[in-house]
């Protein structure tokens, strides 16, 4: 259909009003999309993130201990680890974590008994909590700030005591994380020669 001169007047205003519309759209969808990873509330608690399985996948555990002393959890435990996807982009191109790097590690009640298994363990869609490790040289002494997110709760940091952060230093490969358990970060860090075998 063709618009005569008086009617292709009439729409211009709608059509650009459309247009308008659309680019503001699509600035909020940009800008939103820039939003740091990691989100506070105004008194300094982190909120759990909401999409953080729709992250960059790292790894999975299955009843990994750090300590000789026996865990005696009473289940299996099963750990997915996830990072956010601007700082996985930048990892990937230093092997290193930028500043803003937000580290998930979702631990999940782990089962051998279910459905048609007979041997092995899988995972169940009972969460047991969420540990947060957030790299932000501004805000954490020492540069990064741990957290455990029970439920859907906000956390406060850890207190620079905790064991954590002492065990990362002297044991993380890379920017006192452990890359040496991401196999697909560990060869990226290597080729970087940021990786530190000793650990």
């Not at 490790?133 to 805000?139: E, I, Y």
């Not at 956390?155 to 490969?173: E, I, K, N, V, W």
């Amino acid at each position: 259909m063709r618009l005569n001169a008086v009617e292709a007047r009439r729409w211009l205003p709608v059509a650009a009003a459309a247009l308008v519309l659309v680019s503001c759209g699509s600035n909020l969808q940009v800008t939103a999309t820039q939003l740091p990873a990691a989100q506070y509330t105004v008194d300094g608690k982190l909120l759990a993130p909401i999409d953080y399985r729709d992250w960059v996948f790292l790894t999975s555990g299955v009843n990994m201990n750090y300590s000789d002393q026996p865990m005696n959890m009473g289940h299996e435990m099963v750990d997915n680890v996830f990072v956010d996807p601007a700082s996985w982009h930048k990892f990937k191109a230093s092997g290193r974590w930028p500043d803003g790097t937000v580290i998930v590690k979702e631990g999940r009640v782990g089962s051998s008994k279910g459905s048609i298994n007979k041997s092995g363990i899988f995972q169940t869609e009972q969460r047991f909590d969420l540990e947060v490790h957030v790299r932000d040289s501004k805000r954490f002494k020492g540069g990064w700030g741990f957290f455990v997110n029970t439920g859907d709760k906000p956390a406060r940091p850890l207190p620079a005591t905790a064991s954590c952060y002492a065990c990362h230093l002297a044991h993380g490969a890379v920017d006192t994380t452990f890359v040496q358990f991401y196999p697909t970060a560990k060869p990226i860090a290597v080729k970087a020669g940021v990786f530190d075998a000793g650990k």
